[in-house]
C-alpha cells in the first residue's frame, strides 16, 4: 500500500489549509486512516484518524473543533481540513494508513504499517 500526502504550505494564523492523502489500497473502505504530525524536535504525534469499515473518527484534544477529517472511498482518498491554525500546528504532517486497526491503538504511531512521505505546514505571519 502506498500512500502519498499532498497540500501543505505556508498561511497565517487563523488561516485553512487542506490536507490529502492519496492510498493505492485495493479494499481502502477496509482501511483505518489517520494523521499524525511533527514538529521540529518534538515526537510525532497523533491528530486525526477515520476508523476503518465504518465512520468513527477521532481527534487530538489540540485540534478538536479546528480540523476535520474525511474520505472519499470511491476515490481512494482521505482529507485533513484545518481551519484557524495556529503557529503551533507547524509540523510535517504524516498520513497513516492500516487495515488490522484496533480502535484502543488508533492514537498510536507505531501501529500503523503504511506511511506517506509526508507534507510541510508553517503557519506564520
Known amino acids: 500500500v502506498q500512500l502519498q500526502a499532498s497540500g501543505g504550505g505556508l498561511v497565517q494564523p487563523g488561516g485553512s489549509l487542506r490536507l490529502s492523502c492519496a492510498a493505492s489500497a485495493r479494499t481502502f473502505r477496509d482501511y483505518t486512516l489517520a494523521w499524525f504530525r511533527q514538529a521540529p524536535g518534538k515526537e510525532r504525534e497523533f491528530v486525526a484518524a477515520?476508523?476503518?469499515?465504518?465512520?468513527?473518527?477521532y481527534y487530538a484534544d489540540s485540534v478538536k473543533g479546528r480540523f476535520t477529517i474525511s474520505r472519499d472511498n470511491a476515490k481512494k482518498t482521505m482529507y485533513l481540513q484545518m481551519d484557524n491554525l495556529k503557529p503551533e500546528d507547524t509540523a510535517v504532517y504524516y498520513c497513516a494508513g492500516d487495515n488490522r486497526m484496533i480502535t484502543s491503538r488508533i492514537r498510536y504511531d507505531h501501529d500503523y504499517d503504511y506511511w506517506g512521505q509526508g507534507t510541510q505546514v508553517t503557519v506564520s505571519s
Open positions: 477515520w476508523k476503518g469499515s465504518g465512520s468513527s473518527t
